[in-house]
């Protein structure tokens, strides 16, 4: 079955860096684009970025732009999220997510607090 596994999260200070990763599972990882979503404590879900199957384009939200990355290595079935120059409110916890015709997958989620 499709599984996702996200690991990397935790406490940071404002300005310090973080790379998260995400491991996928029982599907083709190559054939399917990544992308990975947050959630902060009472707000809803929302979409970090996008990365395309051979990782050739990658698609930000405004609010992580010039700070976040996203790449993938499909020889290993990971998808990763470089958190650079971190902010309070990029605290939430974050979530993988795989779009597979119309179901919908998700990791289990990591937790990042960004604070001092």
């Known amino acids: 079955q499709v599984q996702l596994v996200e690991s990397g999260g935790g406490l940071v200070q404002p300005g310090g860096s973080l790379r998260l990763s995400c491991a996928g599972s029982?599907?083709?990882?190559?054939?399917?684009?990544m992308s990975w979503y947050r959630q902060a404590p009472g707000k809803e879900r929302e979409l970090v970025g996008t990365i395309t199957t051979a990782g050739s384009s990658v698609n930000y939200a405004d609010s992580v732009k010039g700070r976040f990355s996203i790449s993938r290595d499909n020889a290993k079935n990971t998808v990763t999220l470089q958190m650079n120059n971190l902010k309070s409110e990029d605290t939430a916890k974050y979530y993988c997510?795989?779009?597979?015709?119309?179901?919908?997958?998700w990791g289990q989620g990591t937790q990042v607090t960004v604070s001092s």
């Open positions: 029982g599907f083709t990882f190559s054939m399917y684009g």
């Open positions: 997510h795989l779009r597979i015709g119309i179901r919908r997958y």
